[in-house]
Structure formats: structure tokens, C-alpha cells
């Protein structure tokens, strides 16, 4: 009986591996809201953030595979919180007006301990590109499963496609909303 037991839970792994929430904590100070939920607006116009549990498996914003433990889709857009008029997006919640000025540049090797990751989303962070050497290019070698990957509304310019051209295991690919020029401008969303 010990042995049928064992046997059925041997493909079970009890949450996130070290590495990946490691991983996390190295994303956190980018994307600060990454092991909280955002519930709603108080009366004071704050926002409560409830923090998550230890298992980085069950945060909001992760998914993992149930078997490997591995994280799958990694939410990282930022939130939107319900008020009593709207649902308002934090990023213009927090700074009420252009972010032009708060923009910043993404060390995109700090992904590369996901291995199984298959959905990434970095809606609305206000990443205006990557820091030189450690952009999206560097996800083909490690990446290989990255299917959908969202970076919509922030401040990438063309020069963030030839950073793209490698990932040959997308499938969908979203730009909206971005600082696109010239003949080759992409506004919207692409299946591939």
C-alpha cells in the first residue's frame, strides 16, 4: 500500500523551484506587485495589496506546471484595480498622467531560469527596450517554449524586432500601443 501511495504522488511536485522563485525576487524590484494581489481601491484611495504565500506556485500571477513544478505563464502586466467608478490601470492610477518620464530598460535574461515558460506578459510597465546585450534575443537559446508573449502599451521602439526575430516558438506576439515609426510600424497584435 506505501508503495501505490508513493508512486502516485511521485510525479507531484509541491511547489515552485528554488531557482525560479529565486528568479522571482530578482524581478521584483521591475515589477513590485509580482508576489501581491491587488484587491481594490479603499475609501482613502489607496490600494491594498494582500501579500501571497511563500510557494510561488500560488501566486496570482504564476502558473506552474503541476508535475515538473515548473513556472509556465508569468503575468507580470501591470494590474488593474477596481474602483467604485472603473476599473482604472495601476500605472495610471500611480502617476496620474504621461510615463514618458518613468520609462525604464529591461534585463531580459532575468526570464531565462523559466525554461518552461509559455505565456509572458509585460503589458503596461513602461519598458522602453532592453539593456544592450540582455534583450529578448538571449530567450532562443533558453526559451524555447515561449508561445505567447505580450508587450503591449509600453515604450518599445523598432529596434525591438530584430531582438524578436529569434523566437521561433511564438505564436503570438502582441505590440499595441508602443512607440512604432516609419513604414514597418506594428500597432496591434500578431498571430504568427
Known sequence: MVLIVLSLGAGLCDGCLEDERLALFQLKPFFHFIDHRVQYLNYDDSVEEKESSSDCCEWERVVCNPTSGRITHLSLDVPYVETSYDLVDIVEYNYMGSQEENYWYLNASLFLPFEELQNLSLRGN?????IVNQGFERFSSRLN???ILDLSENYFNNSILT???????LNSLNLANNKFTGSNSTYGKANL
Open 126 to 130: 513602461s519598458v522602453a527596450g532592453c
Open 145 to 147: 517554449k515561449l508561445e
Open 163 to 169: 531582438s524578436l526575430s529569434g523566437l521561433s516558438s
